[in-house]
């Protein structure tokens, strides 16, 4: 029975891949240090400054801020889907540098299987909030 060799990931895409995880990491450490209630100087919804309505992600990424911190009282106050955005952007950091220092994809099946599920929830979780 013949083996079949590994499938290798191209050097571009293993340098993307190392390059996403490093500026996701950095953002989740500035995150981290950031005031968590004001962490942007500014506003950034649209759908607020033009409706006067918050959309139904504002308050996500005080959230992530808070959850980051540990702080989950705080977090689930603003958004719901705080601390589930903050899990699967470390997932996803880790999964990428993994696959970037291994060479090879990881679970492609199971990222396929994963990724409609999760947004889908992370969409309803953060319409429903903004309903309720």
């Known amino acids: 029975m013949m083996r079949v ?3 290798l990931l191209a050097v571009d895409r293993r ?3 190392a ?11 500035a995150a981290r ?3 968590p209630d004001r962490p ?3 506003d950034v919804c649209g759908f607020k400054i033009l409706t006067g309505v918050p959309c139904p992600t504002c308050g996500l990424t005080r959230a992530l801020c808070h959850a ?3 702080d989950w009282a705080a977090s689930l106050s603003y958004h719901p889907a705080g601390i589930p ?3 699967c952007l470390i997932a996803w950091i880790l999964w990428s540098a993994f696959e970037a220092a291994r060479g090879r994809p990881f679970g492609d099946a199971l ?6 599920p999760l947004l889908s929830a992370g969409a309803a979780m953060s319409f429903v909030f903004w309903i309720a």
């Open 40 to 42: 942007l100087p500014f």
């Open 85 to 87: 955005l903050a899990a």
């Open 33 to 35: 240090f950031a005031n």
């Open 19 to 29: 390059q996403h995880a490093g500026l996701l990491a950095l953002g989740l450490i």
């Open 111 to 116: 990222r396929a299987r994963l990724a409609t």
């Open 15 to 17: 340098r993307a891949l």
């Open 5 to 7: 060799p590994p499938r």
């Open 68 to 70: 980051l911190r540990g």
